[in-house]
């Protein structure tokens, strides 16, 4: 069991998360947009995640939290 | 579920205001994380001119506000009345390469008890994407727009193989934030250049290659891919000079 959450305000679209996910779960929202304009990275299937916070650890913008 | 990621406690709840996809967010996390292990009682930190000028807002410490390029020498004069703080200057490389090559060497040569942290984007990012001390020969800027041509702009300078020349400096390591790995071994890079500093071993120095994806005019991901494939090649990832294994 693992999760992550993203602090959605903070996120600014970049999409390190993404490339670095090993199992390719992470996408940008196509309907979810944040205060500052940008469409959010969202996890679709969380059961998927494996807790290895590769995202949390490219993320410049500390938008992700880990648990496992 | 324990949480096996958070963020820093040296970083404020303030949003950065970096462009997307820049890793001058990588490098607060990194150094900030280093801080946290720690525990220290006082930490002051310097901010450069550049992008980062605000690293005021989003370190959790007290912070300095320096002059284009005069982090060094600001630290130093904190550092000297404070010794018991831990003190850090964070630069770019226009900062620290351009105007402030004085401030660096100096800081260096004298070989202050202090931590710099170094942020190589081989441009002026805040100012536009003007060309660097750092810009590489055939590397686009607005200030060379056919790429860095050495006949008329000259060689870019390697700072970290200069420095670690001089006699004063401790410790100089060039790490990357291209992917996870990467980013875990500069983590241990900055870890080591603050305990440098708690054991009062002198100056240490972690130059991080890192991107500027807007005035790269690539992608944030285009843009790790570049420093990967091109930087890593014109500036060597490692450990440049290192007293502390001399003295083992
Ligand atoms: C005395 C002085 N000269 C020039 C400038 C203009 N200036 C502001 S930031 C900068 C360069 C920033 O580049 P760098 O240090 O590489 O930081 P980056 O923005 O890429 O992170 C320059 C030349 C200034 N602010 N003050
Ligand atoms: S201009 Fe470049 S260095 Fe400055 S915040 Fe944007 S991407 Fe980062």
Redesign the pocket.
Known sequence: MAKVSFNKAFCKSCGLCIGVCPKHIISISESEINSKGYFVAEVLEMDKCIGCAFCATMCPDCVIEVEK | MAIVFEKPKMLTDKPTHYCPGCT?GLAHILTAKAIDKLNAKKVIGVA?????VFAYEYFNCDMQEA??GRAPAVATGIKRVIPDAIVFAY??????A??GMAEIVHAAARGENITVIF?N?A?????GGQM?PTTMIGQKATTCQSGRDVALNGYPIHVSEMLSQLQGPCYIERVACYDVKHIKQAQKAIDKAFQNQVEGRGFSMIEILAT?PTNWGMSPQDSLKYVEDVMCKVYPLGVYKDTTKEEA
């Not at chain 2, 441009?123 to 100012?127: A, D, L, N, S």
Request: proline share 4%; charged share 10%; hydrophobic share 35%.
């Open positions: 001058h450069p001119v550049g992008c980062a002059a284009h630069q770019g490389d226009g900062d620290l351009s105007i942020v984007n441009i002026y990012g805040m100012t660097a500027c």
